[in-house]
């Protein structure tokens, strides 16, 4: 039997949302990655990080953006293991036109060889960037499909869209 776990990054707080910031007291990624994890029965791990990232949007955008550009790796809170799992959804903003750096930290740090890895990438009309190409490079041993684009401040609304997607990559249509 196939072992499934929705690991993701989510940022709540100030974010932006259909042109303006707003406060979200759940972030965007954390919705998804619940609807889809109740979807499959899959174990929820979400990746938390050393230095919390600051809850101001402008105060994180500026953040990501250095992190960026210096190729940091921020420190995880917790080390997620993900040794058991064949099935891995992942799921994370776009910042910057990629993954947060928080996430590549995490995907350096396991071995997801013979993995399946089913990124999903909430967003306000940026689409996923790079972030597919970025999480093949990182995980040169797993599957990993093509990424799911959410949009972020319609994830309430996105059940159907997360239910059929989620039942579709467990069925290895990808």
């Given at each position: 039997m196939n072992k499934t776990a929705v690991v993701y990054f989510s940022h709540s707080g100030m974010n932006y949302a259909k042109g303006k910031i707003v406060k979200l007291e759940k972030g965007n990624t954390k919705i998804a990655a619940e609807k889809i994890?109740?979807?499959?029965?899959?174990?929820?791990?979400?990746?938390?990080?050393?230095?919390?990232?600051?809850?101001?949007?402008?105060?994180?955008?500026?953040?990501?953006?250095?992190?960026?550009?210096?190729?940091?790796?921020?420190?995880?809170?917790?080390?997620?293991?993900?040794?058991?799992?064949?099935?891995?959804?992942?799921?994370?903003?776009?910042?910057?036109?990629?993954?947060?750096?928080?996430?590549?930290?995490?995907?350096?740090?396991?071995?997801?060889s013979g993995k399946k890895i089913y990124p999903f990438c909430t967003n306000e009309g940026s689409g996923a960037g790079r972030s597919g190409q970025d999480i093949k490079k990182l995980c040169p041993g797993a599957i990993v499909s093509e990424v799911l684009s959410v949009c972020g401040s319609d994830v309430g609304s996105s059940d159907e869209l997360l239910q059929k997607w989620t039942r579709k990559m467990l069925a290895g249509e990808h």
């Open positions: 994890a109740n979807e499959c029965g899959a174990v929820l791990l979400e990746l938390k990080e050393a230095e919390a990232y600051p809850e101001d949007y402008r105060e994180c955008v500026a953040r990501a953006r250095q992190e960026m550009q210096t190729d940091a790796r921020p420190v995880l809170k917790e080390t997620i293991d993900v040794s058991a799992y064949d099935n891995i959804f992942l799921g994370y903003p776009n910042w910057c036109g990629t993954m947060p750096k928080i996430v590549w930290t995490f995907l350096e740090s396991a071995d997801f």
